[in-house]
């Protein structure tokens, strides 16, 4: 998982309240993708990001859930006034690029636990 | 939304003896991959195949892309403890704006040394 940083690796935070998950792509990498997997599950699809742009959201909730890409600085994936099922670990993937030979690599992930 | 179906759920083996996992899909795929996550870890790439057909090995890691687009296996030969993990199997779908990937549901594998 060497290059791709997320931070923080835990998260706390009481239901009502922000949580704001950071993702530093590897090296080069302009392209970003978030999902998020729920206790002995498989990862789902969230969104997927190039800079500036969101070019994909088709996984993330409707309301509550905002993600961006800014030019300079990291993904942020934000999540407001938190509820107990936003419980679960966020991962951050990058890519070179979005060809079908260009695969996602994974970082470590955010677990975030609402109390 | 899409699924993939994978099996076995849970494999308990000894240090030694081969493995075998599979992944279904109800859609085509072009790509498909296979990860490694540990515990409290992301997800790590093991192999990538491009081709229907394609039969590709990564050391004692050997994978398969099926010849209908809408299977795959993975093959772990000699296993040892350190292969010890959750496999997931994941297809690719880079049509129009869209590059995102849709995990099988996992195989957790334990060896016993």
């Known amino acids: 998982n060497a290059g791709v940083m997320q931070n923080p690796r835990h998260l706390v935070r009481r239901r009502g309240q922000e949580a704001r998950l950071r993702c530093s792509p590897m090296?080069?990498?302009?392209?970003v993708y978030w999902y998020r997997q729920l206790p002995e599950e498989g990862l789902k699809f969230m969104v997927y990001l190039q800079k500036e742009n969101i070019i994909d959201e088709s996984g993330m909730p409707k309301e509550r859930f905002s993600a961006e890409f800014p030019k300079e600085g990291p993904s942020i994936l934000r999540i407001q006034q938190v509820v107990r099922g936003d419980s679960a670990a966020y991962f951050c993937?990058?890519?070179?690029?979005?060809?079908?030979?260009?695969?996602?690599?994974f970082g470590d992930g955010t677990r975030l636990s609402i109390l | 939304g899409q699924q993939l179906n994978q099996s076995p759920q849970s494999m308990f083996i000894q240090e030694g003896e081969d493995v075998s996992m599979n992944c279904t899909s109800s859609s085509i795929f072009n790509t498909w991959l296979w990860y490694k996550q540990d515990p409290g870890e992301g997800p790590v790439l093991l192999i990538a195949l491009y081709k229907a057909g394609e039969l590709t090995s990564n050391g004692r890691l050997t994978a398969q892309f099926g010849i209908t687009r809408k299977d795959s296996f993975l093959n772990i030969s000699a296993s040892i403890p350190s292969d010890v993990g959750i496999y997931f199997c994941a297809g690719q779908l880079t049509s129009g704006a869209t590059n995102k990937l849709i995990f099988g549901t996992g195989t957790l594998l334990a060896v016993q040394p």
């Open positions: 090296k080069g990498h302009s392209h």
């Open positions: 993937a990058s890519s070179l690029d979005r060809g079908r030979n260009q695969p996602q690599h």
